[in-house]
């Protein structure tokens, strides 16, 4: 399991076109990729379960636990993104309800794109 940031601190201003504004890149990929949004309401919890494929999440709003094969948890909150391998354990949880994107594809590489979470 690695951490990474995608906030604003951690973004690139962008000005071409007259423009204004931060982008944090997140990742690139070339091959099939599933991106969904998921809601965990107060109490919601994702199971203790294998990755089928690398998956990459990404904590908009909210914050919660995360914990992969060891039983410890982490703590994350909007702006951090957590990183499992294909066949890695892995379960989230939250208290207080957690909205996130979920990135699931073959070959993700999000170190090319994210500073690694200190």
């Given amino acids: 399991m690695e951490f990474y940031k995608f906030d604003k601190d951690s ?12 982008m944090s890149r997140i990742l690139q990929t070339d091959k099939a990729t599933h991106i969904g949004c998921l809601h ?10 294998q990755a089928v494929v690398s998956q990459l999440l990404l904590i ?5 636990y995360v914990r992969g094969e060891k039983e410890e948890y982490d703590k994350v909150q909007g702006g951090d993104a957590v990183f499992w ?9 939250t208290s207080t309800g957690l909205t996130g994107i979920v990135i699931e594809g073959d070959d993700l590489n999000p170190s090319l794109f994210m500073p690694l979470k200190k």
């Fill in 85 to 93: 391998e294909k066949d890695e354990w892995h379960e989230t949880k």
């Fill in 60 to 64: 908009m709003h909210g914050e919660g």
């Fill in 11 to 22: 973004g690139k201003h962008i000005s071409k076109f007259n423009s204004n504004f931060i």
């Fill in 40 to 49: 965990l309401d107060e109490n919601g919890v994702i199971g203790y379960h």
